[in-house]
């Protein structure tokens, strides 16, 4: 079996407990505006452009069977993203950020790094893109994953058939699981989608016998004021009412991929809230008796 992966990212400490494995698999339902991880949207292979590593010295464009010159984001409609251009670039300058991948050697360089996890209490994540949005390669990897031993953790936005992967989010210790807007209105209009499923599949979380952390991730001018964070929070207690919640400040690590996929940078109006701000909504959800979680 093969998919689209977009990164391996071994020696994690952010996305679960203990030294992980994170793996990213492309393809997203979702179009945030904000989105960190702009390459994973398509499940198709994606090749990027560092401009800033370029030395022009043109050995990508003597490779390239479509007659692509050095700045290919000049004529990226042009790219099939095969890949020849990665492997001549000395510079590293040209990377592919998606790939088809083989899910056995998925799982055997996964493994690579099992005693790691096994003396930290860590293990493999799945994350994106949308790891639920490849529900075949999902299954795939952690059924595989699971009988060997290890602890599996998953991040989702949540926008996903509960019952096409129900069987892969059996097996997860921690389900890690957006939630961007109680507005649906303004959901849709910051993610492209209602929130109406995601909504459903956080209360049918309450099925699987995994610790459950919602998170928000925090931003001014969209979703970091009061009255949406204490309707999460109060939505997440009446239904969740053991989950832990994380709120997670917004952030520009992912600009630079905007620029290698010759793509606009997100709002300039979208920021991250100050700590006072962050401490300040956190104690709207510790006020409503919700415990918070920090994987940060």
């Known amino acids: 079996m093969k998919g689209y992966l977009m990164q391996m990212q071994p020696f994690s400490v952010n996305d679960g407990d203990g030294i992980r494995t994170t793996i990213f698999l492309a393809g997203c339902p979702l179009h945030c505006k904000w989105c960190a991880n702009p390459e994973g949207l398509r499940q198709h292979p994606v090749v990027g452009f560092y401009a800033r590593l370029c030395i022009g010295c043109g050995a990508c464009a003597a490779v390239c069977p479509k007659g692509i010159g050095i700045d290919l984001n000049a004529e990226r409609e042009k790219c099939v993203s095969c890949g020849a251009c990665v492997a001549a670039c000395p510079k590293g300058a040209r990377k592919a950020l998606v790939s088809l991948a083989d899910a056995d050697e998925i799982i055997a360089e996964a493994a690579k790094h099992q005693l790691f996890y096994r003396n930290s209490g860590g293990g493999i994540t799945f994350s994106g893109g949308e790891a639920t949005a490849q529900p075949e390669l999902l299954e795939y990897l952690s059924s595989r994953l699971y009988d060997m031993g290890f602890s599996l953790d998953i991040e989702s936005c949540g926008y996903f058939e509960f019952e096409r992967v129900r069987s ?7 389900i890690f699981m957006d939630l961007k807007h109680m507005d649906s209105a303004l959901h849709e209009k910051f993610t492209g989608v209602p929130n109406e499923r ?5 209360k049918r979380l309450a099925e699987l016998s995994a610790r459950v952390v919602i998170r928000i991730p925090t931003i001014e001018g969209v979703n970091a004021d009061e009255e949406n ?3 999460s ?3 997440v207690k009446k239904y969740l009412p053991r989950a832990e ?3 997670l400040p917004y952030h520009k690590f992912g600009f630079g991929k905007y620029e290698a996929l010759g793509m606009d940078l997100p709002d300039a109006a979208f920021g991250t809230p100050t700590k006072e701000k962050m401490e300040h909504l956190k104690g709207i ?8 979680a920090d994987f940060k």
């Open 229 to 231: 964070i204490r309707k």
């Open 245 to 247: 919640m994380e709120l």
């Open 198 to 202: 995601i909504l459903e599949n956080i």
């Open 233 to 235: 929070g109060e939505f």
């Open 285 to 292: 959800l510790r006020e409503i008796g919700i415990s918070l």
């Open 168 to 174: 892969s989010l059996e097996r997860m210790d921690l």
